[in-house]
């Protein structure tokens, strides 16, 4: 995992061709996570709602809103606000996120929250829309749970 974290790191370090004029403003999607809780059985697919903001070509927003299906136990629901660096070209994107997570499970464990941290890579499919995979991770120091999970979800920029 680090080996993939650290190549995604230096795409994004080396991403020469930024593409200055990209869609500032507002963005919206949507994405599918398999989320697995770390030395455990449990393993969820959540889906979520995106938006954000970029507020230049490399920073911005974002806030996220998902839940996952019925099993038990279950996440079933959580919020997520990330800041985001991002680097892009007319190909492709790479960026980092770094926010806070704040969920809510049913069984053993009734809620969660705490730092939250990720990385992925969207392909460009038209002038506004993007496919993203990425890899998420967080930690929730109250419980010592550790949540991971990767997604694929698509963002329409206006």
Do not use: C
């Amino acid at each position: 995992m680090k080996r993939i974290i650290i190549a995604l790191l230096s795409l994004v370090a080396t991403s020469a061709f930024a593409d200055i004029h990209s869609n500032n403003g507002f963005y919206v999607g949507g994405g599918v996570t398999n989320v697995k809780l770390a030395d455990s059985p449990y393993t969820w697919s959540t889906v979520e709602a995106i938006g954000g903001y970029k507020l230049s070509p490399f920073v911005g927003g974002e806030i996220r809103i998902g839940a996952a299906g019925e099993s038990d136990p279950n996440i079933t629901g959580y919020f997520s606000a990330y800041y985001r660096v991002e680097s892009a070209n007319e190909v492709g994107k790479t960026y980092l996120l770094a926010g806070y997570t704040v969920g809510s499970m049913s069984g053993a464990y009734s809620s969660f929250s705490g730092f939250t941290f990720g990385v992925g890579i969207g392909f460009v499919m038209s002038d506004n829309i993007n496919f993203n995979l990425e890899y998420k991770q967080l930690k929730d120091n109250k419980d010592n749970l550790d949540f991971s999970g990767f997604s694929a979800g698509v963002d329409y920029r206006f």
